[in-house]
């Protein structure tokens, strides 16, 4: 391990990633988002107006938050270092924050996950800057999820 982490460049320039809108019969509507950078998360709101990106410039280097107006274009860091490892990111159907699947750098007991659980679900309001935990459970541990609109969303 050691030698391969010696071996591996730190400066790989990530290819272009691209983010296309499309309708249900797989016709493309439009480019929505286009950047030379490593994108693990994109998260786009219902009326593609607001973005929650999670990218980085280079393939080796620390991931990054952005909020991206897309009819603008407008492209802002979310300074948020409470954040640890983030597995999964969504933008809220409000656009008045996001859920994450991940941990915390140094959470105050009310934040962290229970004991045993590796990881927890949050949500992040940007208003208050605040993280609420939702869920986190002993020997478990969240990679992805979903989130369910509507009246039925909360009996599936």
Request: with cysteine; glycine share 6%.
């Amino acid at each position: 391990m050691e030698k391969a982490n010696e071996t591996q460049a730190d400066d790989v320039v990530a290819a272009t990633h691209r983010v296309i809108e499309y309708d249900l019969n797989g016709t493309s509507l439009r480019e929505v988002y286009k950047a030379q950078e490593v994108v693990p998360s994109f998260s786009v709101s219902k009326d593609t107006a607001l973005a929650l990106i999670r990218s980085a410039p280079m393939v080796h280097k620390h991931r990054e938050n952005f909020l991206q107006d897309l009819q603008s274009g407008k492209k802002e860091k979310l300074d948020l270092p409470e954040l640890g490892k983030i597995e999964e990111i969504c933008l809220s159907f409000d656009k008045q924050g996001f859920y994450f699947a991940g941990t915390l750098q140094n959470p105050p007991k009310h934040l962290a996950p229970v004991e045993g659980a590796l990881n927890g679900l949050y949500y992040y309001d940007f208003a208050s800057r605040s993280i609420t935990l939702l869920f986190s459970k002993p020997d478990a541990y969240i990679n992805n999820f979903v989130l369910l609109d509507g009246p039925s969303a909360a009996l599936q």
